[in-house]
């Protein structure tokens, strides 16, 4: 009797474990929804549009957690002279009639009607059918009118010769590269290496998924709060909105 | 007596001149080569002034290779006989011109070994690919407008060829200037008066191009040009001058207009340090008025004056696309308005480009490949202009 009832106690708190750490874990995964990894060589689900909400009143000003990772996970230097390269870079904005301050990160915005994709000669500049703006780094002439046609300077242009490929991605000198929304990831199931080290540092400030879904955490979060596109003017239709902007 | 001793020397000059032309192209492929080698990174140009110096002078040679074909259009289209002579020359210069900018361009490229790509991957809604087409027919359509010029027995097919010529360089500079007015991510861009000022631009400039060129032609054969098409010619180039005058201070003044604008063209016409003074000082003053008081003012406008006037159009040509390329990346891009921001990377502030001797000599390199071209091409072809002193003179 005394057994059984311990048994029952065990499972009680073992169930209450794995609750705890569902309760724990589900912000996280619910940060990203997907169905399933994309086995190799399937081609990107047009139904499905990837996306991010960022809120900029839970992004912390000084911190650059999503940068780093950023730079660690696709094999940027980290170095901010004008001829290095930045995927991710954080804004501090004030505004100029309230003095509000705003801190928030900025990449590319993986528009839905992309201008670099539109300018690029050789059609270097892609976007693949789930919605991510990539750049085919075989077919990039480096004459960087994706650079002057971007109005968000999401791209940079490899200035020097790549010594480091210790990142994901491949990259070389006199090709154009931007924010790849960590497709390699995407691809895995895995979400981009920023939103992850955004929530990590219990920020949560970037929700990334489809925004096709409408069952999506980030669906659902665009329908019920405020959210702004950035250069919404442009009518470019950017896969990224802004929340607190 | 002078004439006979520099008829014997004169070879040594053309020598002199082919072999300094050639260092200087020379010296462009070596710095092409050192910016492949090392990447970009031994130039000015980074990640917000992406396009530097080089294109300045490759946009310069490109627009004018158009604009100096205007000389033969007004010749074969218009059937205005001083032109008429004049349109081999022209072709020459437009081709050589234009090699010299295409080779800036591509010698440029982050990647110019895979220049093959562009040709082999076209993109329909680049207006770059669009250009690639441009480029490459007006040196077949100028070539062949050559052809019915050289070859008696062609000599029916220069009007229909004279006119193909005229439709696809005004097509051709149009092209050039969406290259700018489609990006509607910079303020200094994004207008639909580009493409005019561009074709207007390309008829001061080539103009210019063409008459220093036969100022020194008919020096060289110790020639007198006739003061009547001098006459002509220089009135030509000042109705352009003023034309350019005119749309750029539209382009100026509408700007003015649009609050949103309003920061932009303050830095431009009055806070922008060395694109100011280029603006103002250069173009303006240097490139326009000047060149415009050497072709109009009583008791001017003889050949000296024309050959400076036309010398000072060159230098506001430099510094106006100067301004507009380099001038219109340096301010930053507006990416949340309403917001002061900053950034690792440069946001909300003003670019600082500072162009390196490698880009110096690539830009000089495409000048010099026009150089040798004309100067071998009017050395072995008969491209001298030849008034017919019979010949009456039309009406202006």
């Known amino acids: 009797m005394s057994c059984d009832h311990d048994q029952q106690r065990r499972q009680f708190l073992a169930r209450g474990a794995a609750l705890t750490a569902a309760v724990s874990i589900a912000p996280g995964l619910m940060l990203y929804d997907f169905a399933r990894a994309r086995p190799p060589g399937e081609a990107a689900n047009p139904a499905v549009r990837w996306g991010m909400l960022i809120d900029t009143t839970q992004c912390e000003s000084g911190c650059d957690a999503c940068v780093s990772a950023c730079n660690k996970e696709n094999g940027l230097s980290g170095r901010t002279l004008p ?37 690029c000669p050789t059609g270097a500049s892609f976007k693949r059918a789930d919605g991510i703006v990539l750049v085919d780094k075989h077919r990039c002439i480096g004459c960087r009118y994706c650079m ?21 991605t491949p990259r070389g000198q006199g090709t154009v590269e931007s924010c790849t929304l960590c497709v390699h990831r995407v691809d895995q199931g895995v979400a981009p290496a920023c939103v992850e080290a955004c929530a990590r540092e219990g ?39 802004f929340v607190g902007i | 007596m002078h004439h006979k001793t520099f008829a014997q020397i004169e ?16 010296g462009g492929l070596l710095a092409a080569q050192q910016m492949e080698a090392h ?78 790509v562009a040709a082999t991957n076209y993109n329909p809604t680049s207006v770059f690919a669009w250009n690639v087409l441009l ?19 062609m000599g029916g097919w220069s009007k229909p060829a004279g006119f193909l010529v005229f439709i696809w360089r005004i097509i051709l500079t149009t092209g050039t200037g969406l290259i700018f007015a489609f990006l509607v991510a910079r303020q200094a861009y994004a207008s639909a008066l580009l493409p005019p000022l561009f074709i207007i631009m390309s008829f001061a400039w080539g103009l210019a191009i063409f008459l220093i060129v036969q100022f020194a032609m ?41 609050s949103r604008q309003v920061a932009f063209e303050r830095f431009i016409l009055a806070h922008g340090g060395l694109y100011t003074a280029l603006f103002w000082g250069g173009y303006v003053v240097l490139g326009s008025i000047v060149p415009l008081l050497l072709i109009f003012m009583p008791g001017l406008g003889q050949a000296r ?49 500072a162009p390196t001797v490698f880009e110096w000599a690539l830009g000089a390199g495409g000048l010099g490949v026009a150089f040798v071209t004309v100067t071998v091409g009017v050395r072995i072809l008969n491209f001298l202009p030849h008034d017919d002193p019979r010949q009456p003179m039309e009406g202006n």
């Open chain 2, 305 to 353: 004056c024309v050959l400076l006037a036309s010398l000072l159009v060159l230098v506001g040509a430099f510094s106006l696309l100067y301004v507009f390329i380099i001038g219109g990346q340096a301010f930053p891009l507006l990416i949340v308005p309403g917001y002061t921001v900053h950034s690792s990377f440069g946001d909300g502030q003003l670019a600082s480009y």
């Open chain 1, 148 to 168: 002057m046609a971007c109005p968000y300077k999401a791209r940079s242009f490899v200035h020097e010769p790549v010594t480091d490929h210790s990142g994901a």
């Open chain 2, 218 to 258: 008919f020096s060289w054969n110790e020639l007198q040009l006739n003061p009547a098409i001098q006459k002509r010619l220089k009135n030509l180039l000042g109705l352009f001058v003023v034309s350019v005058l005119y749309l750029v201070a539209t382009y100026h003044l509408t700007n003015l207009y649009f």
């Open chain 2, 11 to 26: 070879i040594r000059y053309f020598y002199l001149l082919l072999v300094l032309g050639l260092v200087v192209v020379l």
């Open chain 2, 135 to 153: 480029y490459s027919g007006l040196f077949a359509t100028v070539g062949l407008y050559l052809w019915t010029l050289m070859d008696r027995t």
């Open chain 1, 83 to 119: 001829t290095d390269s930045q995927w991710i870079r954080k804004l501090e904005l004030q505004q100029e009639d309230t003095g509000r301050k705003i801190s928030m990160p900025m990449m590319c915005q993986h528009c839905a009607e992309p201008p670099c994709v539109d300018v």
């Open chain 2, 39 to 116: 990447g970009h990174v031994i130039s000015g140009m980074n990640n917000q002034v992406v396009w530097g110096l080089p294109h300045v002078f490759a946009i310069f040679m490109i627009v004018s290779a158009s604009g100096v074909l205007n000389v033969a259009s007004v010749g074969s289209v218009f059937g205005r006989h001083v032109y008429k002579a004049r349109a081999p020359l022209a072709g020459l210069l437009s081709l050589a011109l234009l090699a010299g900018g295409l080779m800036v361009l591509m010698l440029d490229l982050g990647r110019p070994d895979r220049v093959i």
């Open chain 1, 203 to 241: 920020h949560q400030a970037i929700l990334f998924g489809n925004l096709n879904d409408p069952n999506s955490a980030i669906a659902q979060r665009i329908r019920s709060v405020a959210s702004v596109k950035l250069r919404a003017d442009l009518n470019l239709d950017p896969g990224i909105s």
